[in-house]
Nanobody
Framework: QVQLVESGGGLVQAGGSLRLSCQAS????????MGWFRQAPGKEREFVAA????????YYGDSVKGRFTISRDYAKNTAYLQMNSLKPEDTAVYYC?????????????????WGQGTQVTVSS
């Protein structure tokens, strides 16, 4: 079992930055891949970024490439999402997720563990 707790959301102006954190506890073996998803009102949940246990080859959704950076600190069992050049369309609830194994890193259905979400609001 893995428990995930997100933090770092808030209100920011367009062009600003935020850093989200996802603290994991429990079986780290079950969090080989950690990802971030987001969901805006009236929209489907969208893949944002994911990173493997090794930290190599992070993955990003097309809408955030070049602006967001995912990383993880193994000693702290924490994943981060650094969000720069934020846009109003980035406004959403951001969820941290973890899984042990799977085929498609961008599919939310393949993640077993989810945090409660943190709200990010970008004003224009």
């Amino acid at each position: 079992q893995v428990q995930l707790v997100e933090s770092g959301g808030g209100l920011v102006q367009a062009g600003g930055s935020l850093r989200l954190s996802c603290q994991a506890s429990g079986s780290t073996f079950s969090s080989r891949l950690m990802g971030w998803f987001r969901q805006a009102p009236g929209k489907e949940r969208e893949f944002v970024a994911a990173i493997s246990w090794s930290g190599s080859s992070p993955y990003y959704g097309d809408s955030v490439k070049g602006r967001f950076t995912i990383s993880r600190d193994y000693a702290k069992n924490t994943a981060y999402l650094q969000m720069n050049s934020l846009k109003p369309e980035d406004t959403a609830v951001y969820y941290c997720a973890a899984r042990r194994s799977g085929n498609y890193y961008y599919k939310d259905s393949e993640y077993s563990y989810w945090g409660q979400g943190t709200q990010v609001t970008v004003s224009s």
